[in-house]
């Protein structure tokens, strides 16, 4: 099967991330009991249950301001492996001799990206929200809970900008680096104009996150959601992987 060519291509990148990340975030839930006593490292869950609340929502921005980037990290690293990359090395004749069109080859290889994705976003969060719920006898982190789906959906459309620069580029590298640049480049231009111009550009689909990150304060009442940064992210989402398909099929090796 195709999808278990995808994922012996992308496993290794899928369990160095979901590692990465699953200890970074237990790591920082564990941070506010961690103590030295006479010259020895302690846990204190004293803290966790005096505050609990305060506490939920400090270990909740410490774990934000790194986990943020795994929906984008997942996806330019994940897409990297699409089927494009496989013009440069060759390898692609084998694959297109199969009895398989091109159009089910890219979206097979998405699909199987997605699955890794949401496990690379869900499982170090929700970790640490089972954890920090044992620690502070509290589950109510609404936040802490969409966390990871948010960073899926800002993941998506990157998924697919990576699948097509791969696409284009015919390379691993080539649509790794063409991806990441085509984001940081936006990045970089939008605060370049809004600073002295004070215009408001679209963050293309980054609002969701960006709306979890500003709203993620203790005693802060949420503010409206972003729905059409929402519809954006989904649009660009379906657009970008449909565009490396025609590609694919237009190619000659």
Known sequence: MYAWKCWRESRARFFFLLILFSVTALLFTLQPGIEVRDG????DRNEYIRNPWPTAHVVFSMILSVLWCSGFLSAVFLGATAPGSEIEPGTIEYLWTRPRTRASVTWTHWGVCVG???LVAVVPIY???????ALTKHWDFPFLFSAPWMMVIVGLPVLGLTTLMTALRRSASGGLIYASGVVIVYAILRQIIIVPL????????????????????????????????????VF????????AQYLLKRAEV
Do not use: D, K, Y
């Open 40 to 43: 020895w490292w302690h846990f």
């Open 116 to 118: 890794e994705m949401v």
């Open 127 to 133: 970790l640490a929200a089972a954890l920090l719920g």
């Open 198 to 233: 004070h215009l408001n550009l679209p963050t293309l689909f980054a609002g969701p996150l960006i709306w979890l990150m500003n709203n993620n304060q203790f005693g802060v009442t949420p503010s409206a959601f972003p729905w059409g940064a929402l519809w954006r992210a």
């Open 236 to 243: 660009l989402a379906a657009a970008f992987p449909l565009a």
